[in-house]
């Protein structure tokens, strides 16, 4: 069964280094997003991503973020320099298109920003 | 905006008793989606079910069942004979059908369920 996939599984970094997560989407799959679950909270949504461009992003997507899908196959969140509060659970989800509206979600990247 | 309210943050149980995780939401759409996923101790995020805004059947899949009611935007989910293996948190969903829209995920705060023996 095709499943998303996410790498790596674990990522520690230090305050202000940039870190990019990688994500492999289902391969007929055409949205894509990107959710976050501080531990012990809610996950929270972060951006969606479409036809090669953001359809929605939340208030937590600032300036310090960005998505790209720099293949057909990779969809990746780049965090430009990371904070203590970016410490989480990193979500990859993706989804067929229109009139499907189940999202598939990937094992999660732990980050730890130390 | 979208809202959705799971008011128990915690609940345990006892081995093969029933269980029932509220749910309630908030939207202005008359076209949205609803999920359950289970988030297990390893953290995963598990689909359980998605009903739309026009199917208000309830829904039976084995121990696991769905009382959905636009009236009272509610969609609870029954846990029959709860396991050890049900433990986990278990999260509630609304997704607005936007045409070109990215379909985002509203969570609930979850709820921690502990089946003991």
């Known amino acids: 069964e095709p499943e998303v996939t996410q790498t790596p599984s674990h990522q520690v970094t230090q305050m202000g280094q940039e870190v990019i997560l990688r994500c492999v989407p289902i391969s007929n799959h055409l949205y894509f997003y990107w959710y976050r679950q501080i531990l012990g909270q809610k996950v929270e949504f972060l951006v969606s991503f479409y036809n090669n461009e953001i359809s929605e992003k939340s208030e937590i997507f600032d300036d310090q973020f960005s998505v790209e899908r720099p293949d057909g196959s990779n969809f990746t969140l780049k965090i430009r320099s990371t904070k203590l509060e970016d410490s989480a659970m990193y979500f990859c989800?993706?989804?067929?298109?229109?009139?499907?509206?189940?999202?598939?979600f990937g094992p999660g990247t732990r980050l730890t920003v130390l | 905006a979208q809202k959705v309210t799971q008011a128990q943050t915690e609940i345990s149980v006892v081995e093969k008793e029933d269980v029932t995780l509220d749910c309630v939401y908030e939207?202005?759409?008359?076209?949205?989606?609803l999920f359950w996923y289970k988030q297990p101790p390893s953290g995963e995020l598990v689909f359980l079910i998605r009903r739309n805004s026009f199917d208000e059947q309830n829904e039976i899949s084995g121990r696991y069942s769905w009382n959905f009611q636009k009236s009272t935007s509610s969609f609870n989910f029954t846990i029959t004979a709860s396991q050890v293996v049900d433990s986990a948190v278990y999260f509630c969903a609304l997704s607005e059908a936007i045409a070109g829209g990215g379909n985002k995920l509203t969570f609930g705060t979850g709820t921690q369920l502990k089946v003991e023996l």
């Open positions: 939207t202005r759409d008359t076209t949205y989606y």
């Open positions: 989800a993706s989804r067929g298109g229109t009139g499907s509206n189940e999202q598939f």
